[in-house]
C-alpha cells in the first residue's frame, strides 16, 4: 500500500517533476506553456503532472479548452514539515510537546452531568 507521502516522495524524484514544480510556483500554466520550457512531448509532459497530481502536489481546472494546473501550497508544505518534524531530532521532541499542548487545551467533558 503506498502512502500519500511515499507518492510525494515517488513525484519529487523525477527532475522534470521538481522543475515542474518551479514553474508552478507563481503561475498558473497549462500542458502547453509547460511543453514550451521543456524539450518533451505534451503526453510526456501530461504524465508528469498526472503524477504530481496524484500525489497532491498540483491541482488541476478546466477553463474553457485547457487544464490549468497550480502548486497544491497546502499539501506540500504539511506533508514535508510533517515528515521533517518526525526525523529530526530536535523536532520529534516539540512534535510530542505540540501534542500535550493540544490534549491539555482540549475540552474536558464531565462525566457526571452527561445524561445518558
Given at each position: 500500500m503506498t502512502t500519500a507521502l511515499d507518492k510525494i516522495f515517488e513525484a519529487l524524484a523525477s527532475g522534470p517533476r521538481r522543475q515542474i514544480l518551479a514553474?508552478?510556483?507563481d503561475a498558473?500554466?497549462?500542458t502547453s506553456d509547460l511543453v514550451q520550457r521543456f524539450e518533451m512531448s505534451a503526453p510526456a509532459v501530461s504524465r508528469h503532472l498526472s503524477v504530481l497530481e496524484n500525489a497532491g502536489l498540483v491541482t488541476s481546472?478546466?477553463?474553457g479548452q485547457f487544464v490549468h494546473y497550480a502548486l497544491n501550497r497546502d499539501s506540500l508544505v504539511?506533508?514535508?514539515?510533517g515528515y521533517a518534524f518526525g526525523l529530526?531530532?530536535?523536532g520529534r521532541p516539540l512534535k510530542r510537546e505540540s501534542k500535550a499542548i493540544a490534549k491539555a487545551r482540549a475540552p474536558k467533558?464531565?462525566?457526571k452531568s452527561v445524561k445518558g
Open positions: 514553474y508552478l510556483s498558473d500554466l497549462t481546472q478546466r477553463r504539511t506533508s514535508l514539515t529530526c531530532p530536535v467533558v464531565d462525566l
